[in-house]
């Protein structure tokens, strides 16, 4: 296959894909399992985050019937509580959400989005899922290895993390050390594709300001995944090599046991703030995607222009920017130097500014649009109210005074779940919805998407909503069982019991999307090549589902930005990117 | 940490000067028609396998750089005894530069189109290579006998983790350097060898200037400058 040769004569400045040498698959193998085609390789990495994404939602299970119930569930010990708190917490945060908006969404997307036949580096990203899949089924293995999972909690302090007493210390903690490794290094493969074919693999036309604001927010997020993920990949090299060698890179001299160990001087807060200079670009690394994806679904829904393209695109790379420098307010109780937490919290309040940017500019293009509330678009109206409450207890937890007594609360875990559990999922959510047809050809089933949206919607916040409060009360955190203590009243038991049976239900309706997703498959109405009158490159292609190449046999020419609907005079209420001017024209003139 | 940001700063400018040539500041939505009535945008010429390699770079950095912050955030505490580098690493040192010469020698020749100059930079280049990798394992062994354990100090510590995080990285080189050759083996057409050359030799004087870099934290070298940094930033 041979795209376009450069064209001397023609208005279009030269193009900007040279000729590419497409690889083609010689056998089913090869077609369907060690694919080197990015729409596989996008639903390969799909599927396997889904899949150990359920294993977190059934550890979540665990967790609420025990702090819901304590005591009624015998199978449940204080040890395997901690494991699966930790595991839950490490699954979802980089399994599930980095895995599923990187590799997932970026590898379906971006070359479709941006008029590409493919990746850059195919071969290169055939490893990554492959490396990530090693990743994953090593993170799985813990639960059967001597010992089982480690109980460190996601952010795996030492010195407890490496020590006797936490569960894992065995095999858990190495084996999640060594799948960390190896998650980053897949990752590390697949950013460079993502990064480089935004830079280098656009179609004629596509300039960085008329791509979709959902590949700025992939490719940004990918940016900042390439810098921040090194800094977790040394924490956890050094962390496996005390535990393995007895080095003492953060462990300080301590008993253990009754007795002196091995280790000491180390510093367990440098671990921090390696930790933590990963884990708050991290934050980010999910919600750009994020933040990308629900530009284009509000603009395609409402049929209306994104409002302020420019300025979305500024506070991207500005969040991407900025999420570097606020890391310690993760650490305003970890003993570090105290006025380094007022730099922090000052840096964080910053990026509020263009996150509510963000903000406002979503509601603005809802502003007198023509909204057809059909189910990604409830997601994505979902996220911006969860996203917004979420940022809002944020501010709280990132000014130093109110953070110290909300500390290690049910208010922490209340705040981040809004923030980047529930958000984020909802956008997932909505884009499956969204993109779902592309990939298979055929819709899901609207009936049970409204039913799913609306007990996920609402039953996150009666989750949320009232752990929050349990956190005012000073209910903590990565308990195991609460006990006597004075200062929660028996309400705060009987709410506890509550947000489990309602976690439960939200659970249970995710069976029904699992279902729907099957079920259409097969039975689901048949899409056609553009169901939702998109405007964007990716449903303009000549097959749905797009075949190998993407674009048959030419690649298309792109005249204009992502955002063209309703234009007025227009005869229809979008214009595709690859439509040329004069082509409107006709249609103007007919229309008028 | 300082060491870490001092880098991002110079990622954020290179990032910055590259989107201020892709007018950020255009209105897309008054912008119909073919690109060619508006400038800037068009992607870059160089070659993708070179950005490529270019952003892997950039990875990579990050990585040794967050190593050295560690490094110096780790050299602070009172347990910290600097251990005698061997005089071996100096044997090495020149190993590697020599490597780096036969690279680059192999990059001009392929420049001109002179396949023998390409194989033999390419095999002397390898080989040096190798040379230096069985020379950090032999001052590995001298330290060890002498008593220098990988856990009886943080300093050792970090002494055997930089250099086979640095070893580890030259293996991978290695490998790629071990296709273009087999390639090169292959193939009469140097037009064709020339990219593959070129990104060995961008590889290896990286890992060179890494390799320096690490060398001055660990003979203690850089100290000095540490200090400076860290009375200006204090």
């Avoid at chain 1, 999910?286 to 990308?292: E, I, K, M, N, S």
């Amino acid at each position: 296959m041979v795209d376009i040769p450069y064209d001397r004569i023609a208005d279009i400045p030269p193009a900007e894909v040279p000729e590419v040498e497409l690889y083609h698959p010689r056998s089913w193998w090869t077609r369907y399992v060690f694919s080197q085609d990015a729409k596989v390789i996008a639903v390969q990495y799909a599927l396997t985050a889904s899949a150990i994404g359920l294993v977190a939602l059934v550890l979540s299970w665990l967790m609420r019937l025990q702090l819901g119930f304590p005591g009624t569930f015998s199978f449940i010990d204080a040890n395997q509580y901690l494991q699966f708190i930790t595991m839950h917490g490490m699954i979802m945060v980089i399994y599930l959400l980095t895995a599923l908006f990187l590799g997932g969404f970026g590898n379906y997307l971006i070359p479709l989005m941006v008029g590409a036949r493919d990746m850059v580096f195919p071969y290169v990203n055939m490893l990554s899922y492959w490396v990530y899949l090693l990743a994953v089924l090593v993170l799985a293995s813990t639960f059967f290895v001597p010992g089982g999972p480690t109980g460190a909690g996601w952010t795996l302090y030492p010195p407890q993390a490496i020590l006797s007493g936490t569960p894992g210390q065995d095999w858990g903690i190495i084996l999640m050390m060594s799948s960390l490794i190896l998650f980053i290094i897949g990752f590390t493969m697949g950013g460079l594709n993502y990064v480089v074919t935004v830079l280098q693999a656009r179609t004629r036309g596509m300039t960085l300001m008329r791509l979709p604001l959902t590949v700025w927010g992939i490719f940004t997020a990918t940016v900042m995944a390439l810098l921040a993920f090194p800094a977790l990949f040394v924490a956890s090299v050094m962390l496996l090599l005390d535990r393995l060698l007895g080095t003492s890179f953060f462990m300080p001299s301590l008993v253990e046991m009754g007795q002196l160990s091995k280790y000491g001087g180390g510093s367990p807060l440098l671990f921090q703030h390696l930790f933590w200079f990963f884990g708050h670009p991290e934050v980010y690394i999910v919600a750009l995607p994020a933040f990308g994806i629900v530009s284009d679904l509000i603009s395609t829904h409402a049929r209306k222009n994104i409002f302020g393209y420019r300025m979305m695109v500024w506070a991207i790379v500005a969040i991407g920017a900025l999420s570097f420098l606020v890391w310690a307010h993760h650490m305003y109780v970890s003993g570090m130097f105290p006025q380094f937490g007022y730099f922090f919290a000052t840096t964080t309040l910053i990026i509020a500014i263009p996150t509510a940017i963000k903000v406002y500019n979503w509601v603005l293009t809802l502003w007198r649009g023509d909204i057809h509330l059909r189910v990604p678009m409830l997601f994505a109206l979902g996220f911006i109210i969860t996203f917004v409450n979420g940022g809002l207890t944020g501010l709280f937890l990132g000014n130093v005074v109110v953070d110290v007594p909300l500390s290690d609360t049910m208010f922490v875990v209340a705040h981040f779940h809004m923030v980047m559990g529930v958000a984020p999922i909802m956008v997932v959510l909505g884009a499956i919805y969204h993109w779902y047809p592309k990939v298979t050809g055929r819709m899901l089933n609207d009936a049970l998407g409204k039913f799913h949206f609306w007990v996920t919607f609402l039953g996150a916040y009666l989750i949320f909503f009232p752990m929050h409060y349990l956190g005012l009360l000073g209910v903590p955190r990565r308990y195991f069982e609460l006990g006597d203590a004075a200062f929660i009243p028996p309400s705060a038991h009987s709410l506890n019991a509550f947000i489990s049976v309602v976690a439960l239900t939200v659970g249970f309706s995710q069976m029904v999307f699992l279902f729907n997703l099957a079920w259409s498959l097969f039975k689901g109405e048949a899409s056609g090549g553009n169901p939702w009158r998109a405007t964007t490159l990716e449903w303009q292609t000549p097959e749905t589902p797009p075949g190998h190449g993407n674009w048959g046999k030419e690649l298309p020419v792109v005249y204009r930005w992502a955002y063209d609907y309703s234009v007025p005079g227009a005869g229809e209420d979008f214009i595709p990117q690859n439509q040329p001017p004069r082509a409107t024209q006709v249609v103007q003139g007919a229309a008028s | 940490m300082s060491a870490i940001i001092l880098f991002l700063a110079v990622i954020a400018l290179i990032a910055g000067w590259w989107l201020s040539q892709q007018r950020l500041t255009a209105k897309p939505w008054l912008e119909e028609g073919p690109v060619g009535q508006f400038p800037g945008g068009d992607a870059m010429t160089w070659p993708a396998a070179k950005i490529g390699l270019g952003v892997f770079l950039a990875v990579a950095s990050a990585l040794f750089v967050l190593f050295i912050s560690a490094y110096s955030m780790r050299m602070n505490a009172v347990d910290w005894r600097a251990l005698p580098v061997p005089r071996l690493l100096w044997l090495n040192t020149g190993v590697l530069v020599l490597s780096s010469v036969a690279l680059q020698w192999s990059s001009v020749a392929a420049r001109r189109h002179d396949a023998e100059g390409v194989m033999i930079g390419l095999l002397a280049g390898g080989a040096s290579a190798v040379i230096f990798l069985a020379g950090q394992l032999l001052a590995w062994q001298q330290l060890n006998a002498a008593g220098y354990f990988v856990a009886s100090n943080p300093a050792n510590s970090f002494f055997y983790l930089l250099t086979a995080v640095h070893g580890l990285h030259l293996t991978g080189g290695l490998v790629a350097l071990g296709r273009t050759t087999a390639k090169v083996w292959r193939s009469s057409k140097i037009a064709d060898m020339r990219l593959s050359v070129e990104l060995c030799t961008i590889y290896w004087h990286f890992l060179l200037l890494v390799w320096l870099v690490v060398l001055g934290l660990l003979t203690g070298w850089t100290d000095d400058f540490v200090n400076i940094c860290r009375q200006l930033l204090s």
